[in-house]
């Protein structure tokens, strides 16, 4: 085997899962497309220390810092393909390349598609948002919204309600009784209308504008996207794969292990909700576990 362990995806959880690992003195591959999933924001909030820094700025920190370990290896590359050896795993990368290790950890995140309504995708992190935790304080007691498109939506419109004045935005969808009367006991409004655009300079939202020419003011506005795994890398090597409340989740036991035995996932691939600091968690239980397993296993 080349090395130890194997990571594919380098950010939060990836880099996290490699320190421990480096520390260790094990030897450790990373694979990483540099294509982080929170690469549209400008900062990153909640990260103990780092609050409000380029989440670009951390990683480029985090990366130097673990290169310096010795028996470390970087390569910025797209993992395309992977299988398991009777002894451990081997990856395939775009250029025909082969890395093999003893043990495996998925990091490589998931990959977000938003309802197409103009406006949308180019405010992406900005003023469209995911986490009202990672993103809330900063829009606090202006007007804000949130998208429908699951039954969770009420769910998040209620929970957003904390920051400011919340409208949902139903875009043609129906509500039922029971999320009607939770979203009013939270002083949520609701718009059945659907939406034609976002108004706003450059990333800016000032309005939502509906079909029927009516506009209301919003200033940032929440949805929870479609998420899919990044790559099919979990499904090619067999882990078990959930449908949780905000997409695809890898099935883990207490220590980040799969149903594959040491092959590991961390990050927003295996757990719900997400942010930085639980990625970062979640790859030192993943890291840690693995050399476990290397030492007794």
């Not at 880099?15 to 924001?41: E, G, K, Q, S, W």
């Not at 993992?79 to 990091?107: H, N, W």
């Not at 007007?143 to 419109?157: E, K, N, Y």
């Not at 957003?160 to 509500?175: M, R």
């Amino acid at each position: 085997m080349q090395h130890d362990v194997v990571i594919v995806g380098g950010a939060f959880a990836g880099l996290a899962a490699a320190t421990y690992l480096a520390r260790a003195r094990r030897r450790v591959c990373i694979i990483d497309a540099r294509r982080p999933r929170n690469r549209f924001a400008d900062a990153s909030h909640g990260f103990l220390g780092f609050d409000g820094a380029d989440p670009q700025s951390i990683l480029t920190k985090a990366r130097g810092q673990v290169a310096g370990y010795p028996g470390v290896t970087m390569i910025e590359a797209e993992a395309t393909q992977a299988r398991t050896y009777p002894d451990g795993f081997a990856v395939s990368l775009a250029s025909g390349e082969e890395v093999s290790a003893r043990k495996a950890i998925l990091a490589f995140g998931l990959r977000d598609t938003l309802e197409p309504i103009p406006g949308l995708q180019e405010r992406w992190g900005k003023t469209v948002l995911h986490c009202p935790y990672c993103h809330g304080f900063e829009f606090a007691d202006r007007p804000l919204g949130v998208l429908f498109r699951t039954a969770m939506s009420a769910h998040q419109a209620c929970l957003i309600a904390e920051w400011g004045p919340t409208t949902l935005f139903l875009n043609g969808a129906q509500l039922d009784s029971e999320s009607a009367e939770r979203l009013a006991k939270h002083g949520v409004a609701v718009e059945a209308g659907k939406l034609k655009r976002l108004v706003g300079e450059n990333a800016g939202l000032s309005a939502v504008e509906f079909e029927d020419g009516r506009t209301r003011p919003v200033e940032a506005l929440y949805v929870a996207p479609q998420s899919c795994m990044a790559s099919p890398i979990a499904e090619q090597l067999g882990a078990a794969i959930d449908e949780g409340p905000m997409g695809p989740v890898i099935r883990t036991d207490a220590d980040k292990m799969t149903t594959v035995p040491g092959l590991y996932a961390a990050g927003d691939i295996a757990r719900a909700p997400h942010t930085v600091s639980w990625a970062v968690a979640d790859g030192v239980t993943a890291g840690t576990a693995a050399h476990r397993a290397l030492v007794f296993g």
